[in-house]
Nanobody, 126 residues
């Protein structure tokens, strides 16, 4: 398993942007995909998007499609979540996660990920 550390959260006004980073450490040989999830108060953890570590293919939830972009830097061993046109509904704790499964069926589900970061708070004000 890998250890994950998120950074880049903060307070922004509606329409603004934030870029979150996730830096894995430890062995990443068995990591096939990195996912982003979020959890708002009183709600279950929600899928945001994922990127395949090898190849870089991405997939996003409908709620963020066209506004959020996931990218990776293999040399820096880091993944990013670029969030644009932020809305108050985006307010949540954002988590990155590492999946050790090959089948993308599991990438949209919390159960498909074996390692999780500590989360970083994103607050969007109106």
């Amino acid at each position: 398993q890998v250890q994950l550390v998120e950074s880049g959260g903060g307070l922004v006004q509606a329409g603004g942007s934030l870029r979150l980073s996730c830096a894995p450490s430890g062995r990443t040989v068995s990591t096939y995909a990195m996912g982003w999830f979020r959890q708002a108060p009183g709600k279950e953890r929600e899928f945001v998007g994922y990127i395949r570590w090898s190849g870089g293919g991405t997939y996003y939830a409908d709620s963020v499609k066209g506004r959020f972009t996931i990218s990776r830097d293999n040399a820096k061993n880091t993944v990013y979540l670029q969030m644009n046109s932020l809305k108050p509904e985006d307010t949540a704790v954002y988590y990155c996660a590492a999946s050790y499964r090959y089948d993308s069926y599991y990438y949209t589900k919390t159960g498909g990920y074996g390692s999780w970061g500590q989360g970083t708070q994103v607050t969007v004000s109106s």
